[in-house]
């Protein structure tokens, strides 16, 4: 007998990979230049040239068996230093190696801080849209209760009416998701204030704390020179989670961190159970190659403006074709409405053009679907033509 909930969720791959899969085999039939790709997260930008040459340096210069052996399961401390002061000197924070825990990405920086703070009959309130995986590791790693919250599609700000309505005495954390995948949106510093208010009355409501789980992998992807606010400065009781994966384009390595302010009610504790989650998930330690390489390259980001020039490319050429949709301020993610109700149908529309997009009930938010544009922009060019066509079949333009 085996775990059936495993078996499961092994063999039913996510929607967004089954559209990846749908789209290489496509390609093979008619060539990869002729699908129009836009359903996976995988940075389309090289990571910048640090990276390579930090590589190359510790690979020459570093005993290997120093390079490649264990580190603490904390992090190497002038790593997590490294993490500190960049902090510091981007938010004005008073951060220290302390507060850092290196981590395999940010989804390991999640699994384990839903795993250190869960405790039985514990619910994670996880406001729409949302990344699909949260509700995998809260019912699965934290064994807990996701409580979905409604999107405020007129924004993709929290919708703070429904949020109210759904804290409660077994509220243990909110996850929050700025730069937002799927919608873009970035969360305002009235947002966040209010966020703030709202978690702190409730703590003192129930008499326990509410954690904030802020996941950041795309905090630095943001355009127009919007001011993203720094969550731990609203709010004590928060957790980043945070990752290289997007920033650095490096996906694959597996690097982030949890980060654990020294504001946060019984930190040294509440430190000591991330390290026993760390440890009881398996994860040893983070690579110990790629700490080194974010240590150096911290602050440094991949060439984001090429995600700003696709958002302008494609954001114009939808409103041009009659789509309707929310400007993302962030991240490479644009969520237009459907032009029918029923998002799946229009999907299914669209990939008859092998135009392949997620469709939005995935995330929470159904009538939508999500375009991830971290491609090529030439292929957005290529592509805007198609999305006109669609539009013209439903006459909305
Ligand atoms: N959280 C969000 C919102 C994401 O979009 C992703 C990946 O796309 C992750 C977490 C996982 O990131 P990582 O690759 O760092 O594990």
């Given at each position: 007998m085996i775990s059936e909930a495993m078996t499961g969720l092994g063999k039913k791959r996510s929607t967004i990979r089954e559209i990846f899969e749908y789209g290489n085999q496509r390609a093979k039939i008619v060539g990869r230049e002729n699908i129009f790709d836009f359903s996976l997260g995988n940075p389309s930008v090289a990571p910048p040239d640090c990276v390579t040459e930090e590589i190359r340096k510790f690979v020459s210069e570093e005993r290997p068996e120093v390079l490649h052996g264990y580190t603490s399961a904390t992090g190497l401390e002038w790593v997590r230093q490294a993490m500190a002061d960049s902090l510091n000197s981007a938010y004005g924070t008073n951060f220290n190696k302390d507060c850092f825990y290196m981590t395999v990405g940010a989804a390991a920086s999640l699994c384990i801080v839903l795993k250190a703070i869960a405790c039985p009959g514990d619910e994670f309130i996880v406001p729409a849209?949302?990344?699909?995986e949260y509700k995998c590791w809260i019912e699965n790693t934290a064994n807990a209760k996701c409580v979905l919250i409604p999107a405020d599609p007129t924004s993709f700000q929290i919708n703070f009416g429904e949020l109210e309505k759904s804290l409660s005495e077994n509220t243990k954390a909110v996850i929050i998701n700025s730069p937002n995948n799927p919608s873009g949106a970035v969360y305002s510093e009235e947002t966040v204030k209010k966020l703030a208010s709202v978690l702190e009355d409730a703590e003192k409501k129930w008499g326990h704390p509410i954690y904030l789980i802020s996941d950041e992998p795309y905090r630095e992807i943001v355009f127009d020179g919007f001011k993203r606010p720094f969550v731990t400065k609203y709010y004590k009781n928060t957790f980043i989670c945070y990752s290289f994966s997007k920033s650095l384009s490096l996906p694959g390595e597996r690097i982030g961190y949890v980060l654990i302010p020294d504001e946060m009610e019984d930190n040294r504790d509440v430190y000591a159970a991330v390290c026993g989650a760390g440890r009881i998930l398996g994860y040893v330690n983070a690579p110990s190659l790629f700490q080194r390489v974010v240590g150096k390259c911290v602050g440094k980001t991949a060439d984001i403006s090429i995600y700003n020039r696709n958002r302008d490319v494609l954001y114009n050429g939808l409103i041009e074709a009659g789509y309707s949709c929310v400007k993302p301020q962030g991240a490479f993610y644009m969520f237009p409405k459907a032009p029918e109700e029923n998002e799946y149908a229009f999907c299914e529309k669209a990939k008859k053009y092998d135009l392949l997009l997620v469709p939005g009930t995935d995330f929470g938010c159904p009538g939508h679907v999500r375009i991830?544009?971290?491609?090529q922009t030439e292929t957005i060019e290529r592509a805007l033509p198609v999305f006109k066509k669609l539009a013209a079949d439903y006459g909305i333009r």
């Open positions: 849209p949302y990344f699909p991830a544009y971290c491609v």
